[in-house]
């Protein structure tokens, strides 16, 4: 080897040392302005639209999926709704279709046989609109896509959600991995509670079991209803690490998370995943949403 051929190997390897460590500052001091830009966002906020406490979820990697099944998944920071979405809030929605009609918020797969968001059980005693404080229920998909688009928010992905419940620590339940009932303190509203053990035979009003919260502070995220996501249903990816995962690209079914008042134990577990056609309206099933969470489209902080 000619000592002109050395001294080129020897500047190109330098070259590409020096680039190697320049793209690693580079990327540390993203990383560090990233982390200054989200520790200036506040911890809840309040959406002006339909009156909702949301919470941040920070950034970074969580466990999901069943424990056989584990993912490492990492996420942007969002913000998602403490509570579900109750039918007093939905009332308002619905004042506002009434005003202005639905075009402006209807998905653009919606059946144009779909003339309505009215709830299917919007008149139902024990579920319906009476139960202002309740997760509105009898609700499809699409129903929840046009209420989010309304509220200047969305659907929650089903990573997003998971992240939500589960925090970071891969636990069973938003608050832990003890038992739903255990010690006959109820953590949530479910099969278990079914004929009014806990005091509500069919929902129970948004936020009556505090010592179900999650890590970030989100309630009734296991039990009360089931909540729809914006993801078709379908099996996870092969890959063991997902970046901001949205689900399938297509799909017949959407995903559900969190159980319900009629669901067991098992069902209502953080991890545990359900599907359903987006025009199925059931009594059990209502929903959340959530926003991105950058400095420039955070709502308002919460006083």
Request: with cysteine.
């Amino acid at each position: 080897m000619s000592r002109c051929t050395v001294v080129l190997a020897v500047v190109a390897a330098l070259a590409l040392s020096l680039s190697s460590s320049g793209c690693a500052l580079w990327k540390s001091k993203e990383r560090a302005a990233q982390a200054e830009r989200e520790a200036a966002l506040p911890r809840e906020v309040r959406n002006a639209t339909d009156d909702s406490a949301m919470v941040l979820v920070p950034s970074g990697e969580f466990p999901m999926g069943a424990p056989a099944q584990q993912k490492r998944v990492t996420l942007k920071a969002f913000y998602i709704d403490r509570n579900e979405v109750t039918n007093a809030q939905y009332a308002k929605f619905l004042a506002d279709v009434e005003k202005k009609g639905a075009a402006a918020w209807r998905h653009p797969d919606q059946p144009l046989t779909k003339k309505t968001h009215v709830p299917d059980l919007w008149s139902h005693p024990d579920l319906g609109q009476a139960k202002a404080n309740h997760p509105v229920v009898g609700v499809d998909w699409f129903d929840a896509y046009a209420y989010a688009k309304w509220a200047d928010k969305r659907l929650p992905t089903e990573a997003e959600w998971e992240r939500a419940a589960r925090g970071t620590d891969a636990r069973v339940y938003p608050w832990g991995n003890t038992p739903p009932e255990k010690g006959l303190t109820y953590r949530a509203n479910f099969f278990a509670s079914y004929l009014g053990a806990d005091g509500f035979r069919f929902t129970s009003p948004v936020g009556a079991f505090p010592t179900g919260a999650s890590p970030v502070g989100c309630l009734d995220l296991a039990g009360n209803v089931a909540e729809w996501c914006a993801d078709w249903y379908g099996p996870l990816p092969a890959e063991t690490r997902l970046q901001n995962p949205a689900g399938p690209a297509t799909g017949t079914e959407r995903v559900t998370r969190g159980g319900a008042w009629n669901l067991g134990a098992d069902s209502i577990r953080s991890f545990s995943r359900s599907r359903l056609e987006p025009q199925r309206q059931l009594g059990s099933v209502g929903f959340r949403c959530a926003k991105d969470a950058s400095p420039e489209a955070a709502p308002p902080a919460a006083k």
